[in-house]
């Protein structure tokens, strides 16, 4: 089974501009889970999905937002670029909503703002 | 809120000692605890999760955990460490009854091992 895979690997964009990443989720997994790693702040949770809906919101700005597809497939979108938020963003997917379901995490997006 | 607090943000291990690592929790409930790896330019690999079913609790590669209500704990231990497990390692939790599966981390632990 493939795992989590997650789009673009790598991005570098500018002050002001706007990025979508994307995440694909493991075949029959249903929920979806975004983070930022940074060194400064470590690991810090943005949002979860399932079923299409947003479950659960992190402590970020409107900047960063998200969707989940019926085919559970998830994007999240960062407006406004700002130098901090340069950082590996990493998704993951769980069969469903619990909280002690295991989170499968993909290999992650490395994002540069210049 | 629930966190958990890793101890030593660094440790170094010669090759063929036992690894230790420390994670202590704060939770108002019994918690879900997990302990994942994460490689250079990787993502997180889940090694080992406590959910209440056994205290002892055993993950891939050698590694296992033990779950210490009394001194809300919860270390990542392998008897032999080998080059190999060079690596970041994260303690997580997990909401309890929120409905969610929000993982909050620990600030982590850079495992160096040494010849």
């Known amino acids: 089974k493939a795992g989590v895979t997650q789009t673009p690997r790598y991005l570098i964009k500018t002050r002001g501009q706007q990025v979508t990443l994307s995440c694909s989720p493991i075949s029959g997994h249903r929920s979806v889970s975004w983070y930022q790693q940074t060194p400064g702040q470590g690991l810090q949770f943005l949002f979860e999905?399932?079923?299409?809906?947003?479950?659960n919101k992190g402590n970020f700005p409107g900047r960063f937002s998200g969707r989940q597809f019926s085919n559970s497939r998830s994007e999240m979108n960062v407006s406004t670029l700002e130098l901090g938020d340069s950082a590996l963003y990493l998704c993951?997917?769980?069969?469903?909503?619990?909280?002690?379901?295991?989170?499968?995490f993909g290999p992650g997006t490395r994002l540069l703002v210049l | 809120a629930q966190s958990v607090t890793q101890l030593g943000s660094h440790v170094s291990v010669s090759e063929g000692a036992l690894v230790l690592l420390r994670c202590n929790y704060s939770s108002s409930v019994p918690p879900y605890l997990f302990w994942y790896v994460q490689y250079p330019n990787q993502g997180l690999q889940l090694l080992l999760k406590y959910t209440s079913a056994a205290t002892l609790v055993k993950g891939i590669n050698g590694f296992e955990a033990e779950f210490k209500k009394s001194e809300t704990s919860f270390h990542l231990t392998k008897p032999s460490a080998h080059m190999s497990d060079a690596a970041e390692y994260f303690c997580a939790v997990s909401r309890v009854g929120g409905g969610g599966n929000k993982l909050t981390f620990g600030t982590g632990t850079q495992l160096k091992v040494e010849l």
């Open positions: 999905y399932f079923s299409e809906t947003q479950r």
């Open positions: 993951a997917s769980s069969r469903t909503l619990g909280a002690g379901e295991t989170q499968y």
